[in-house]
């Protein structure tokens, strides 16, 4: 029943899509989303653990308020409307990410052309997973009235993440109108588990001998790393190899960000972004469990013994027995295995407007010169195991006074088509502070919502001298 | 300047507190502790044909009946104890053999007591053309514990004398064709 708590808080609460914070130049941590985006401050140095803090959660095709609202309706009646509601494409997802620490500083300085260079490291959790509609069926009704429905093993598809990610990055700024940019990653996976290529079914057909027959057609596969210091229970050192893994001494991988900035004219900007191509390779504490059968069973053929004096029904029973013994036989490995990050692009197309101009010409004044006003639309696409899940938004940023940012954004994805959500910007002197919210319609009750992220951190920044 | 100040102070604390004041409402976790699924399962139990021979003994004579135990470890199992709340033994038997039968299904437990039976009349069939009968036993209540607390099923054919049923031979036209499945009932309730 806690499960189905804990399921029911995931009903609440998107993931990974960073709308807000992708192309908020004013922050830091978007060269994280775009390595290739303008920079157009000196450096950053962000405040450790609080630099970046993500929050992220969400799910497709019902809300925590769907099945718990104190209504007076059947809580099973609910139950089985909603599992009714759903079916193998929704999905439930959840993604965690706090940085440790990051910083950024130009190593080539003119307004023309310059090199950005930035590091950090972060932490991150994802948990990502389909309802899996044919097992639920099957718990729910059974094989009864279900004759000839196959039940695919597809449908039982996950896959969980905890993570920590070292990067270097560096922005050139070619000309006026191009700048690129690429990160390179390390990442130190602490615990990891999926399973996304299970095939099979399992089905009740009319049988031949018998009134029905079974038919089990299995291939299932679950791969797990990392998880065996949680199964030892007298293994004090856990926080020590939860550390050594954080510090790269987890399973390993390779992986970069690509990204960029057009602007063909001042007003006008192009952006796109790859992030995580690349790979974990899982060899530190690697198990495969296989699951590879086929049986077809029609029943029990009693062999009487007053004729047939070798074999009796017990002999078939236990023939029978053994043969499902081995149907659900699970075979483990040890082997190491390599899985790809999943794959984000995030591409924006925006029309800069508002330039704030002095009515008289001062020469002391040093205000923003740059466009006040930015309007645009975003596609936001990630690779899932089973299809690509993708946001577009539309969005509106303004400069509104020195030191303080507003972007809003009105996205449609798998979750829904009313999500607004806000971020501010705001600093005092060169400490910069952000906090960015999406679904906000939905803030006076949370509990109707499919999705919730939350974003925020501290960054101390150092302006650009020749701004 | 200071005026700026305060007011990005007040914007971004305005924000903050908005989102501090969200909550979940009107909802209650509480009802999940309710959750009852009813899954209703079938399963393949017996099956058999036999025609006239298998009935007689070396010397070409009729066997009174014939008798095969099965041990349902599936019975004993803590999930079906726990949350079976009735079960159908369906039960179809064809007869084409011009010879009446009785079927008798007996559970037996650890002990070899008897814990449940019923039987199962065949008519003869004078022509050799089949003949169905159907039969549905219901465990329920005390038959259900019956069934619960069983773990051996011994399926006896008995061969009955009848006015116009005849005499096994090895010549006998016909065949009877038994076929059976379970269905059990859930109720999964934590």
Known sequence: MRLLIFFGLFWSLQAQNKQLLYGFEDI??????????????????????????????????????????????????????????????????????????????????????????????????????????????????????????????????????????????????????????MRGKVYSSIVQASSTQNQGFFTTEQGTGNTL?????????????????????????????????ILLGGDLGLGFDVGF????????????????????????????????EY???????????????????QNYWDVISDSFDELFEIDSTLSSYTKWRPIKLNSSVSYNFGKKIDKYCNCL??????????????????????????????????????????????????????????????????????????NLLEYQNLAKSQSVSLQLGFNYKFKNNEN | MKKSIQIRSLVTILFIFFINSSCIKGVDFEQAESIILKPITELSLIYTSLDAPD??????????????????????????????????????VTNSLNKDFEIQMEFYDNSNALQHTFPVLIENSVSNSPIIVEHIEVFTDSSLEALKASNRL??????????????????????????????FYFEITE
């Open chain 2, 55 to 92: 009935f007689l003994d070396e010397f070409g004579l009729e066997f009174p009946s014939i008798t095969d135990s099965v041990i349902l470890e599936v019975l004993s199992d803590d999930f079906l104890n726990e949350y079976l709340v009735r079960a159908d033994l369906v039960i179809e």
């Open chain 1, 365 to 438: 004044d040093t205000s923003d010169t740059s466009y006040q006003n930015r309007v645009g639309a975003h596609l936001f696409a990630m690779k899932r195991p089973k299809h690509i899940q993708w946001a577009f938004s539309a969005f509106y940023y303004r400069k509104l006074l020195k030191g303080l940012q507003l972007k809003t954004t009105y996205t449609v994805d798998s979750y829904s088509f009313k999500n607004i959500g806000l971020g501010i910007a705001t600093s005092l002197g060169p400490v910069q502070f952000f906090v960015m919210a999406d």
């Open chain 1, 213 to 245: 027959k079974h038919v089990f057609d299995l291939d299932m596969k679950l791969q797990t790393s990392g998880l065996s210091i949680f199964e030892d229970t007298t293994n004090l050192n856990r926080l020590d190899v939860l550390k050594k893994r």
């Open chain 1, 28 to 181: 830091p941590q978007q060269l994280l989303l775009n390595p290739g985006t303008n920079v157009d401050y000196r450096a950053y140095i962000g405040f450790p653990l609080l630099s970046n803090i993500n929050f992220n959660i969400g799910m497709s095709g019902v809300s925590t308020f769907d099945l718990f609202a104190k209504d007076g309706i059947d809580f099973n009646e609910k139950l089985r409307a909603i599992v009714s509601s759903l079916d193998a494409q929704d999905f439930f997802g959840f993604n965690q990410q706090i940085e440790f620490f990051s910083a950024g500083i130009r190593l080539k300085t003119s307004l023309e052309e310059s090199l950005f260079l930035s590091f950090g490291m972060y932490q991150e959790s994802d948990v990502f997973f389909y309802f899996p509609e044919d097992f639920v069926d099957l718990a729910y009704e059974g094989n009864y009235n279900n004759l000839n429905r196959y039940f695919n093993l597809s449908d039982l598809s996950f896959n969980s993440e905890v993570l920590s990610v070292f990067h270097v990055g560096i922005n050139k700024k070619i000309n006026s109108k191009w700048t690129v940019g």
């Open chain 2, 154 to 183: 011994d399926f006896k054919l008995l061969l009955l004398s009848s006015p116009t049923g005849s005499v096994l031979t090895n010549s006998s036209l016909g065949a009877i064709l038994f076929k059976s499945k379970v269905i």
């Open chain 1, 295 to 313: 049986l077809e069973y029609e029943g029990i053929n009693p062999e009487f013994p007053e004729f047939a004096s070798s074999q009796n029904a």
């Open chain 1, 261 to 292: 900035t057009y602007q063909p004219r001042p007003e006008w900007t192009i952006d796109a972004s790859l992030q995580d191509i690349g790979a974990i390779n899982y060899n530190t504490d690697p198990k495969t469990y296989i699951l590879d």
